[in-house]
């Protein structure tokens, strides 16, 4: 916004964005999502999916793999 001038711009960016596809496929209600799990093998990891192109993550260290997906599954 430009006070002085009593203007303002407004500016839209696109950009492709791909999300990792590493660690196993998961189907969370008919969408494809991926789980990674933590390097050092504690319970947990990265899930990741696109839903109405939103991109949600979730990671945890405390919950299994299973709890992350019926989480994810739960979700409205």
């Known amino acids: 916004m430009d006070v002085r001038n009593?203007?303002?711009t407004t500016r839209t960016v696109v950009e492709d964005f791909?999300?990792?596809e590493r660690g196993?496929?998961?189907?969370?209600?008919?969408?494809?999502g991926h789980f990674e799990a933590w390097v050092n093998h504690v319970p947990g990891g990265y899930l990741?999916?696109?839903?109405?192109d939103t991109f949600?993550?979730?990671d945890s260290?405390?919950?299994?793999?299973?709890?992350?997906i019926a989480l994810a599954?739960?979700?409205?």
Do not use: A, P, Y
């Open 56 to 58: 949600i993550q979730m």
């Open 73 to 76: 599954r739960s979700m409205k």
């Open 18 to 20: 791909k999300f990792s």
């Open 48 to 52: 990741r999916w696109v839903h109405n």
């Open 61 to 68: 260290g405390e919950l299994t793999k299973e709890e992350m």
């Open 6 to 8: 009593q203007t303002s």
């Open 24 to 32: 196993d496929k998961i189907n969370i209600n008919g969408i494809k």
